[in-house]
Nanobody
Framework: VQLQASGGGLVQAGGSLRLSCTVS????????MGWYRQSSGDQRELIAA???????LYGGDVKGRFAISEFYGKNTVYLQMNNLKPEDTAVYYC????????????????WGKGTQVTVSS
């Protein structure tokens, strides 16, 4: 299973970035995709998740600034990040899971390599 993420980079505070991630090679139907981030010295945290039924979950302090969306049937997920703050600087990981009833706070089964997002003040 491969997760290919793109869209990270360097942006000034208040700016926007859009991350995208596509899953390929999954042997079972993907029921949820999400984004996590990990800053240096911190634990990985859930930022946003979306299920195949369209339910969305946000973590951290991103609600209202970040929006997760999925291109139905293409196993692709997007994370629109607006009004970025320096504390959003982290490596962002795309993830996907084929199970139902997962506690997404604990993580998902499949992971991408991560993309760096740096927000300058």
């Amino acid at each position: 299973v491969q997760l290919q993420a793109s869209g990270g980079g360097l942006v000034q505070a208040g700016g926007s970035l859009r991350l995208s991630c596509t899953v390929s090679g999954a042997p079972f139907k993907i029921t949820a995709m999400g984004w996590y981030r990990q800053s240096s010295g911190d634990q990985r945290e859930l930022i946003a998740a979306i299920t195949s039924g369209g339910s969305r979950l946000y973590g951290g302090d991103v609600k209202g600034r970040f929006a997760i969306s999925e291109f139905y049937g293409k196993n692709t997920v997007y994370l629109q990040m607006n009004n970025l703050k320096p504390e959003d600087t982290a490596v962002y990981y795309c993830a996907a899971d084929p199970h139902y009833g997962v506690n997404y706070e604990d993580g998902m089964q499949y992971w991408g390599k991560g993309t760096q997002v740096t927000v300058s003040s």
